[in-house]
């Protein structure tokens, strides 16, 4: 039994568990796999450091400037060194165990090799969640349950707070992290927008590794094949003067779809259920940036979780204080602005 069971241990889910535990109530972190490494640019604006300080002492390659291409590379550049905090790239296996770490450290309990797939139920009433595991299936209790576990959520589905997504709210991404002798400014994050409605990125993680990858919008998701777009974006011309010699190590590769289009306004919470991260769509629209608006859900969940808590009223009214909080607003503002100009960035 614990009073919190949070399901999802990526960066909304360990920022809540974490903010929870510190408080003194009793939270499960049930993960799937944390040797598993989400497919992802891994750039992290300066914001991040308001939420994990203590990454100032890490040795993450350091973001200085951004470089947008058109589909026919004319280039635009904005450099803020002097002006702001520097952004990070990070390899999102390390950087999710980090953060996960740092709840570990506040107390919450960590379930890895736990796929939630149901809820515990009495009296029409969700009291936990089911997992399977190699050795069966495991139960959690707890007042509340906060969902986290990404876009492919079952719990989320099966919450009735909303439905499976659908193809059209979707962007499917392959990434790699690449290694070899290469051109690329190593403070600087490239971003390249292709003829067809997607993207491709290039992000230094040292003076040798990087992280390629593209992206195709929901426009392009059943017609276009994200593997041959991929070895077209990494083969043109341009892309390859970043990369002189002809042989590169390719230490990982994977692909995954995310949400595109905002944050599911109506489908944050219920009684006692709140749904945080990836699961809810806090994934910036146009860029696909999720970690900051994650980790920012998932701390005004645990807030309101504690509140409710602190007041003994779980209730849907309760609860209802994470989606009215003026951050998360401000989230669902600007993915409603930026929604707006995907036409504008791709068409032009």
Known sequence: MFDVVVSGAGPSGSKC??????SG??????????NWRKPCGGTVSSRIFKYYPQLHKINYQRVYEISMYSADYHNFKYNWKGIRDYGINVDRLEFDNFIRKVALDAGAELFDKNISFDFLTKDNHNIGIKTKTSTGVKEYL??????ADGMSSKLANKSGLREKWKISELYLVKSAIMEG?????KETISIFFRPYKGYGWIFPLSETKFNIGTGISKQNFQKCNINAIFNEFINEPYIKEFFPNSNYKELWNAAYPVPSSGVKV???CNENIMIIGDAAGFVSPISG????????????AAETAIKALNEETISKQTLKRYKLHPNIKKIIMNFKLKNSLIDFFFDL
């Not at 568990?17 to 510190?22: L, N, Q, T, V």
């Not at 109530?25 to 944390?34: F, N, P, Q, S």
């Not at 999720?290 to 859900?297: E, Y």
């Open 17 to 22: 568990a974490e903010i929870i535990a510190k």
């Open 25 to 34: 109530y009793k939270v499960a972190l049930i993960e799937r796999d944390t």
């Open 142 to 147: 707890g007042k509340i349950i906060i969902i």
């Open 181 to 185: 002798k290469n051109l690329l400014d």
């Open 266 to 268: 109506n489908s944050l």
């Open 289 to 300: 940036e999720g970690i900051h608006p994650s980790i920012v859900s998932g701390q005004i």
